[in-house]
Structures are given as C-alpha cells and as structure tokens.
C-alpha cells in the first residue's frame, strides 16, 4: 500500500454515482482505479466518470494484488459475500449499511474482519452529519450520566418491499431506519437492554415507527420514525440530568434550550447549505475517513462505525421487529445480551 491508497468502486449504481463517488472526488489523496459491476455498461460508464484504469463484471476478473481498497456499494446479500472476500484477500472495505442481510451474516462477517486484520468502515453517514457531530461534542456532560435522547428519522425509502424482505415496514426498518438505531447507541454511552416498539399505520405503505430503548444506567432513547415523507428529515435532541437541553432539530443548527432548567433558545452552531451538502450529509467526511485509515501506517480508526457497529444495530432491529409482531403485547421485550453502545 502508498500513501495513495487504490481503490476499487464495487456496485456502479445510483447509490455509487450520486451520493459516494460525487464526494470521493473532492477527497484528495487516493486513485480510483477499478469499477466493478455484473452490468459491465455501469462499470464502464462509471470507469470514464472515475477515470478508472479497468472495469469488470466481478471481482474474480479483477487482480487484488493491484487494489488497496473497495468502496462497496450493493444490496445487502451481494455486500456481505463481497466483503468477505475482499477483506479475506487483503483489502480494506468501506461498506454501505446494513453490510448484511441479517444478523447471522453480519455476525459472521465479524469474525471474518476480526481475523482478517482488514480496516472495514461502515457507512453510517449521519454520524459524520458536522452538525450531530457538534451535538455529540456539546452534551458530552449531559450524556456522561443517565439522559434522555430523542431522535426523528424520516425518509420515503424504501417506499415497497426491496432486498428479499416481505414488507415495506421491514425493508424501511432494516435499511433506513437503521441509521436512528445506529444514532441511539452513539449518542446513549450505556448499553441497550429493553426495546419497545409501536406502529401507527397510514395510508397504503405509509407509516409512523416509535422505538423506545432503555439502557442499563436508567437512560431513555425514543425514535420517532417513518416513511410519509418527500425527502429525509432528522433531528437529535439530548436532555442531561444536570438540567441541560441541547437540540438539532434539523441538519443546520444546535440550540442550547434549558440550562439548569431555565429555557435559553442560544444558537451554539449553525451551517449553511452551502458546501453540496459535504457537511451536511456526513458523506463526506466519512469518505475522507476511510481513505486516511487506508494510507500507508495510518492507525486502525476506533471510533468509525464499524462492523460491530452494523451488527449491534441489526440485533436491535430484530428485537424491533419481533416487538411489533408481539402488536403491543405485554410490555417492552428484554434483550438476551445487553447491546453494547458505540465506541
């Protein structure tokens, strides 16, 4: 490996053109030098927007000796297999969420990076969002006891049942809303024990999801989430038990809403959309991430999301979905094994 570390684009589709390769572009410090896809037009139309050397249908066509690095970007089933077999050749993998169809799979996929010694970063782009991160830096105190997080997530899509799962709900919960999931255990440093879970139907596939997870130090994450939306809305709010409010009620700003339970409404960060979206989305940063762990004695990153990560929030989705199944039941469900919070 150089200090320009090689990489390969794996799955040349919308997710790769409009959202990674626009932003790994204006990351500097690397060469993009492979595009893969099973429809080798993608590849080669993404091969002369990459400017990439070599465009195949596989990664069996393609030689890994030549390829530091892969940006993966496919439906879960095809991610999981790809990883693996990248990471078991020697390359380092950022990886779109949820990484795996399911929590077996991406368990497994843990123990393949564990052995692999591979750097692979999954990509829980909100978490690179620059105003949550300014969020989780300004109620680092409220959030070092007991808290009370908040967290909106809203999107459209997947607005129908895609990548083998039967449902519009499930498809949402496991491929979208899994962002909220992954942002309660980033924001809450307490592992999760209890999950409840509600759902509000509406219109046709249109639907409103609130989770509630405790936490083993007595703290509280509520997500109010769902798909009857034109575009993605999200929004934090963090209440510490010093009587602190600290709110992103959207991707732009942070408010300071009480303090030692006075109300205060003080703007303690504001950005403009006017950077196409580098801070605002998290894309990114995150890019940027994954291409300094991949240089040439870069240290292995701990506190990137990580493979661990996608499997802690898939184990919550399944509890999620089995306490919606149970349709209220008798109470919150209890979790087997307390789900860690993120590192």
Known sequence: MTDRPRLALVGCGRQMRQNLLPFLQRVRGHQIVACVDPDLSLAKELQEEAGAAVCVDSIDALDLDTVDAAVIAVPPEPSYR???RLVEGGVNCFVEKPAGPS????????????RGGRHVQ???NFRYAETLRRLHELSLDARATSCSVTIDFYSRHPSA???GV??????????NGVHALDLARWFTPSPATQV???VIPGEGDRFQVNVFIRHRDGSLSTLRMGNHVKRFLVGVMVQGMDGSRYSAPSLERVTLDLADGLPLGQELHGTKNLDHGWGRSG???ELEAFVASCRDGAPRPEDTPSVADALAASVLADRVMEEIGRAGGDGPGQLTDAVHASA
Request: glycine fraction near 6%.
């Open 82 to 84: 790809l990883t693996r």
């Open 103 to 114: 929590t077996p799979a991406l368990r497994d996929l843990h123990h393949v990076v564990d």
């Open 122 to 124: 999954v990509g829980f």
């Open 161 to 163: 049942p895609q990548w």
């Open 166 to 175: 039967d449902t519009t709900l499930e498809a949402w919960i496991r491929h």
């Open 196 to 198: 409840d879970a509600h």
């Open 283 to 285: 894309f990114g940063p």
